[in-house]
């Protein structure tokens, strides 16, 4: 099974200010990598696809990159909004479909 | 608007089965891959089943592997997860998900929650 690590567990910043959430997977999984964001009480939302392409409705201030094992979500400019948890998800088939534990991003 | 609405949770004792249902409605549900994502109480994301458009193929994480079944109608746009043999450790938000067609989930209901207690 595919591991996902992310990192910081918790980060806390300003609105205004930029995010950066790194996730890393035990082995190579391409481009094969997802962004989700979870309010409390909500469900997921999907934010990145495919490494660094958006979804649909999602701004622009959320960027993806990465390939192969490392991959970085930013928050160019952060709004109050965007105080959440956040997620990365890989799929190399439907067989290995996992998450990563998670970042919460909070006001500081 | 694509809709997933999820039902069936409840509290339910140790060794004991539960049926959930996600009524789809929006889009076209017997085009879409279905999931099953479970969130314990204050824990992350773990995915549970999948199951293809037409219903033919099925895939499971080995935590409910032999105990769950994933099911669909796609007359009624209706995906089932049949719960047997439940522990304390599927206590869990139950979410539902739709498949974009490249394994990510695009869509998702606002779950249903399952206690397992005796």
């Known amino acids: 099974e595919i591991l996902l690590t992310q990192s910081p567990a918790t980060l806390s910043l300003s609105p205004g200010e930029r995010a950066t959430l790194s996730c890393r997977a035990s082995q190579s999984v391409s481009s094969y990598l997802a962004w989700y964001q979870q309010k409390p009480g909500q469900a997921p939302r999907l934010l990145i696809y495919e490494a660094s392409n958006r979804a649909t409705g999602i701004p622009a201030r959320f960027s993806g990159s990465g390939t192969g094992a490392d991959f970085t979500l930013t928050i160019s400019s952060l709004e109050p909004a965007d105080f959440a948890v956040y997620y990365c998800?890989?799929?190399?088939?439907?067989?290995?479909?996992?998450f990563g534990q998670g970042t919460r991003l909070e006001i500081k | 608007q694509v809709q997933l609405v999820e039902s069936g949770g409840g509290v339910v004792q140790p060794g004991r089965s539960l049926r959930l249902s996600c009524a789809a409605s929006g889009f076209s549900f017997s085009s879409y891959a279905m999931h099953w994502v479970r969130q314990a109480p204050g824990k992350g994301l773990e995915w549970v089943a999948v199951?293809?458009?037409?219903?033919?193929?099925?895939y499971y994480a080995d935590s409910v592997k032999g105990r769950f079944t994933i099911s669909r109608d796609n007359s009624k746009n209706t995906l089932y997860l049949q719960m047997n043999s439940l522990k304390a450790e599927d206590t869990a938000m139950y979410y539902c998900a739709r498949d974009d067609s490249a394994y990510y989930f695009d869509y998702w209901g606002q779950g249903t929650l399952v206690t397992v207690s005796s």
């Open positions: 998800q890989q799929r190399t088939n439907w067989h290995s479909v996992t």
């Open positions: 199951i293809s458009y037409d219903g033919t193929s099925q």
